[in-house]
């Protein structure tokens, strides 16, 4: 397995120098580990002389989704408590009644569900955790489920509250339980982070409240509403942990302990299964863009800047993670030099 890592190197190197982000860390592997890897740029653009490294602790973001949602929802999967194609009123009274029931999780994981496309939770329904769980479960539907495919961050909080329901535990419990702690994971974890191990945590976006970059607090305002544990985001990680979750989806026997999902829940997952729709999809999965079916490489993005691809045909995965909100929300300068390190860390 080779890797143009001079490449890589010079390519996030200039991000940083560009400020697209202050800082980056990655890492590119196979089922056995980590094949090549690096750091370059600062972990906080104020104190100049302290570099980004490969412990630093981000803020995932939408890699939530996949860390905490999608293996826990794999995990009840697996075990045959959750059967993808039935409405959802079937099992669960929370949503009898209400548009929500005729949907199916296979439709909120392959974002063609009909659910709203914008969280709004407190403008909607308030700061009361309760009622931001009723007003999501019971909404009005956008549109007719399996009509269209329209990524909405909704998907993955009403995964999550399925989650809760059918394990009868927290989102947080339940993906520690099943699938961090099992698989050495041991930094990852919904946030607020302690400030001991803030202090390594790469800052984002500016908060006007507090006129401070946000430092181990999730930079998505639905996930602090939520007290910092929800679907759509909050989850706190590093490159390692990242390496440890992609090594297993290539090949669980590798690892010391088996997590809850396995894989014939990645094996669902990596295949497309939106049918003739367009953007195609997997289950929350996405193909990378500007690669060719025969590659079958496949990603998640976090907003804050973060991203991870993972391909079993090539048995190949990479990790990319930057703070890039520190500077900007302005997407396509990050987009850029994602795809040109997917380009170079896959053929």
């Given at each position: 397995m080779t890797y143009r890592t001079d490449s890589i190197e010079q390519l996030l190197s200039e991000g940083a120098r560009d400020k697209v982000y202050p800082g980056a860390v990655w890492a590119v592997g196979?089922?056995?580990?980590?094949?090549?890897?690096?750091s370059t740029g600062v972990l906080d653009p104020e104190d100049p002389g302290t570099p980004m490294r490969p412990d630093t602790i981000f803020d995932a973001a939408s890699l939530t989704k996949i860390l905490a949602v999608w293996a826990s929802i794999g995990a009840l999967w697996e075990e045959g408590k959750l059967d993808l194609d039935i409405p959802l009123t079937t099992f669960w009274s929370e949503v009898d009644g209400h548009p929500l029931g005729g949907v199916t999780a296979r439709q909120l994981l392959t974002h063609t569900a009909g659910v709203p496309l914008r969280a709004q939770l407190k403008n909607l329904?308030?700061?009361?955790?309760?009622?931001?769980?009723?007003?999501?479960?019971?909404?009005?539907?956008?549109?007719?489920?399996?009509?269209?495919?329209?990524?909405?961050?909704?998907?993955?909080?009403?995964l999550g509250y399925l989650a809760e329901h059918l394990a009868g535990q927290r989102l947080d419990e339940l993906a520690t339980q099943r699938t961090w702690q099992p698989l050495g994971m041991h930094t990852t974890r919904f946030g607020p982070l302690p400030?001991?191990?803030?202090?390594?945590?790469?800052?984002?976006?500016?908060?006007?409240e507090t006129d401070t970059?946000?430092?181990?607090?999730?930079?998505?305002?639905?996930?602090?509403?939520?007290?910092?544990?929800?679907?759509?985001?909050?989850?706190?990680?590093?490159?390692?942990d990242l390496g440890a979750f992609l090594r297993y989806m290539l090949d669980p026997s590798n690892t010391p302990s088996r997590a809850g999902f396995g894989?014939?829940?990645?094996?669902?997952?990596?295949?497309?299964?939106?049918?003739?729709?367009?953007?195609?999809?997997?289950?929350?999965?996405?193909?990378?863009?500007?690669?060719?079916p025969a590659q079958a490489v496949w990603v998640h993005y976090g907003f804050t800047g973060t991203g991870m691809w993972i391909s079993p045909r090539q048995q190949?995965?990479?990790?990319?993670?930057?703070?890039?909100?520190?500077?900007?929300?302005?997407?396509?300068?990050?987009?850029?030099?994602?795809?040109?390190?997917?380009?170079?860390?896959?053929?």
């Open positions: 196979d089922a056995a580990g980590i094949h090549a890897s690096g329904y308030g700061t009361d955790p309760q009622d931001v769980r009723d007003g999501v479960l019971h909404e009005a539907l956008h549109r007719p489920p399996g009509e269209a495919v329209e990524y909405t961050d909704r998907a993955a909080l009403i400030p001991e191990t803030a202090s390594r945590c790469a800052p984002t976006e500016l908060d006007p970059h946000l430092k181990g607090i999730a930079h998505d305002f639905s996930a602090r509403l939520l007290g910092g544990v929800c679907g759509i985001a909050g989850a706190f990680t590093v490159m390692d894989s014939a829940w990645t094996g669902e997952s990596l295949t497309i299964q939106t049918g003739e729709l367009q953007p195609v999809r997997g289950l929350f999965w996405h193909p990378a863009p500007g690669t060719a190949r995965w990479a990790v990319l993670l930057t703070n890039k909100l520190y500077y900007t929300r302005d997407r396509q300068p990050l987009t850029d030099i994602r795809n040109a390190f997917r380009g170079l860390a896959f053929k």
